[in-house]
Every structure is written in C-alpha cells, then in structure tokens.
C-alpha cells in the first residue's frame, strides 16, 4: 500500500489551473461560474430540476453562470420532458455532458475539474447514499445538496457543504 495520499491534481500544479484547462477543453469561459450536476438526468429516479433550474435562471440575470449537467438520461421521452423545462428559462445556460449515450469517465473527469460548486438537489427514495457526493467532495468542490438520506450523512451543514432542507409530501399528506 502506498502510504502517500491520494493527489487529485494528476499533471496540474494545483486547483485553479486544472479547472482552466477543463474549462478551455469544454469551451467554458473561464470567468464563467460553473455549477455541477452529476449523476442520473432522471425525473423520478434522482432530481426534478426545476428548483435548480429556477434558482440559476434568476442568479443568472446578474452573473455569468453555467449548468454543467454530467450523466445518463435513459429515454427520449425523459430527454424531451428535460429539453421542454430547460424552455422555460431563457437566462440559464445548459452544457450537457452525456444525455442519451452516458458520460464517460473522462467527461466526468472534466465536469468535476471544471466546476466551481456542486449541487444535487436530490429528491426520492433511491438515492440512499451519494457517491457524486463523495466524488464532489474528494474534487475540493464546495456541495449544495438535498438534507436527504445518505447526503446527511456525508455532509457536515456548514462545514463540508450546505443542506437544503426538502419534505417527502406524500409522508405530510398522511400526517
């Protein structure tokens, strides 16, 4: 075992200059504030993006903000329902890595090397753990996330990251 730690830089003498050259391989303005979302394009299986969606059209009135969106969506219609709710903010700026063919492990590499912030605003039952949550985190990326299972769990509110708080509904109505 190699007692030395992991180094994220690989040939990049640190943070900034990695984000740079991402950056420049994806076509992101270096000036630009980048914030990630990774992980499944689902609706129902990860995290509506209308909160998120909604939240960086209006930041983006004022700021040169980009989504970076970095995963799979698994069918046509899932995209199409994405395509239609991205109409709806004429402000916000979408860079999709991935989509209908899956993002590769290098377009993960350069998502998360680009990005300024990560936010997963996780919202259902299956997302139990967070892995983009750790890979965010071991990136030095800042997290947004849901205070949602697993998330809560690998976020320290305040300190490592920020928790939103969210309300399963369904558990409301039956209260």
């Known amino acids: 075992i190699d007692p030395k730690p992991f180094d994220w830089r690989g ?15 994806l076509g992101i ?3 630009a504030r980048v ?15 209308l909160p998120l969606y909604r939240t960086l059209d ?15 969506i698994f069918n046509a219609d899932i995209a199409a329902a994405y395509d239609q709710l991205l ?16 993002a590769t492990e290098e377009e993960k590499k350069l998502a998360l090397a ?8 996780a919202d259902n039952l299956q ?6 949550v750790l890979e965010a985190m071991a990136s030095s990326l800042p997290v947004v996330a849901s205070d949602w299972n697993g998330y809560r769990d690998l976020v320290v509110h305040g300190s490592t990251g920020w928790l939103v708080p969210c309300r399963d509904l369904l558990q409301e109505q039956t209260k």
């Open 35 to 49: 914030v990630l979302f990774l992980g499944r394009l689902s609706f129902h299986s990860k995290a509506h993006p």
């Open 114 to 121: 680009a990005a300024d912030i990560f936010c997963s605003p």
């Open 11 to 25: 040939r990049f003498a640190n943070r900034q200059e990695q984000r740079l050259q991402a950056r420049q391989q």
């Open 29 to 31: 303005s270096p000036n």
């Open 127 to 132: 997302e139990t753990f967070g892995l983009s």
């Open 87 to 102: 109409q709806r903010f004429p402000r916000l700026t979408l860079r999709r890595l991935g989509g209908l063919t899956a």
């Open 58 to 72: 209006r930041l983006s009135a004022d700021n040169e903000l980009i989504l970076l969106e970095c995963g799979h």
